[in-house]
């Protein structure tokens, strides 16, 4: 099946810094989706792209799709400690099998140190 | 609250038996999904229901059956458990094909 590609994989920082992470494929997706999971719970949806291009923020979050379609990425701005946490990227392709089921990346765990 | 919810959160077994895992949706979407989060948190799609038709089945082994009574319900009937069954179960429900996803809180089976 189709594979997105998430990095990095976990990030360990100091509470206050940015954060950054992105997913590509070599497939083109028609919808980028950005996730957050909390131990124990369901995947929460923080950020929806439909456009090429398209720039989204949520508070202190802001995600793009890119002008490829290929890939996007997700910022956090002065992250405190509750943005601890899975965080993933989901794609939904505009053609082949299963697309009206979303692709997700392998997550980025982030872990924030005091 | 209106939400996606599953029962039950929790639910261990033993290997050869038969067991369901239930879904509800009160958004009043028209699609609802099943997917499988493995050890290492990988989600991957199962199933894919649009107005009560399967529309999605991503080669997943027949002992697994989703049945959707109407379209605010989604269940999830496993026969013959097997230990790689072991995973947390993620109900999800959109407004239509094509639209961002909502899930449950997920249900963590253990088969012993």
């Known amino acids: 099946g189709q594979q997105l590609n998430q990095s990095p994989q976990s990030m360990f920082i100091q509470e206050g810094e940015d954060v950054s992470m992105n997913c590509t494929s070599s497939s083109i997706f028609n919808t980028w989706l950005w996730y957050k999971q909390d131990p124990g719970e369901g995947p929460v949806l923080l950020i929806a792209?439909?456009?090429?291009?398209e720039l989204t923020s949520n508070g202190r979050l802001t995600a793009q799709f890119g002008i490829t379609r290929k890939d996007s990425f997700l910022n956090i701005s002065a992250s405190i400690p509750s943005d601890v946490g899975i965080y993933f990227c989901?794609?939904?392709?505009?053609?082949?099998?299963?697309?009206?089921?979303?692709?997700f990346g392998k997550g980025t765990h982030l872990i924030i140190q005091p | 609250d209106t939400a996606v919810s599953q029962t039950p959160k929790y639910l261990v077994t033993q290997m050869g038996n038969d067991k369901s895992i239930k879904c509800e949706q009160n958004?009043?979407?028209?699609?609802m999904y099943w997917y499988k989060q493995d050890s290492k948190k990988f989600l991957k799609i199962m199933f894919s229901y649009n107005n009560k038709e399967l529309i999605i089945n991503e080669t997943v082994p027949n002992r697994f059956s989703p049945k959707s009574p109407d379209k605010a319900h989604l269940n999830l009937h496993i026969n013959s458990l097997e230990l790689g069954d072991s995973a947390v179960y993620f109900c999800?429900?959109?407004?239509?094909?094509?639209?961002?996803?909502?899930f449950g809180p997920g249900t963590r089976l253990t088969v012993t």
């Open positions: 989901a794609g939904r392709l505009i053609a082949g099998g299963g697309a009206d089921g979303l692709t």
């Open positions: 999800a429900s959109s407004p239509g094909t094509g639209n961002e996803q909502y």
């Open positions: 958004l009043g979407h028209d699609t």
């Open positions: 792209l439909y456009k090429a291009g």
